[in-house]
């Protein structure tokens, strides 16, 4: 699931934009939610730094915090430079500063629905095909690889490890490791872990120790 977070200093013209993206959203059959909406710039710093978010739509003239739009999301980019950002501004001549940041769309106020069903467009296929991000267990789900701690084969289907629990694919393992990105690997012939989630390894017991307290076995081939 997309997080998307809005971020404006004024809540009643980001409540209009919110309304269309979740049109969009649901018109366009995005896997995504709204999370966020808010004219406060710590609560998008701590679910920044806290990985909550993956798409920030952030007003550049920002009047509302100690920075400005653009030196927000330079300080934002220091916690995470892997999420989304798409600038908000009622003028064209931030665009280029805004450059600076990293961002994937530039929308000049007010946005019309137009403009919104080609952001959800863009959107749905840059999150389809970035599989460093999101990994399509299903036709119809996607789950954040950073999530993922580890997958196990279960007779025709794969057992998916989460952060927030297990999930039931129908997908072989074998499937599954031809889309994962470069930091999952094949520890074992039934398993196959997230190496960003590895707190030890243990090579007498033959085993990896992951987040959350789990384990995984290891063979004897298996290196990070």
Known sequence: MIKIAL???NLESIVTLQKMLESEIIEQ???????LVTDKQEEI???IINNSIDILILDVEFKNGDLNGIEFAKKLRKYNKEFYLIFLSAHQRFLY???VTKIFDYIVKPANKDTIHDLVYRIKDEFSSNTSLFVQINKWQSIKASEIIYMEKSINRTIITTTSGKISCTKTLDKMQDCLPDNFVRCHRSFIINKNKIISIDKKEKEVILENNLSCPINNKFET
Do not use: V
């Not at 059959?29 to 999370?35: R, V």
């Open 29 to 35: 059959k995005l896997e995504a939610e709204i999370c």
């Open 45 to 47: 710093e701590k679910n």
């Open 97 to 99: 500063p805004a450059l």
């Open 7 to 9: 971020c404006d200093d």
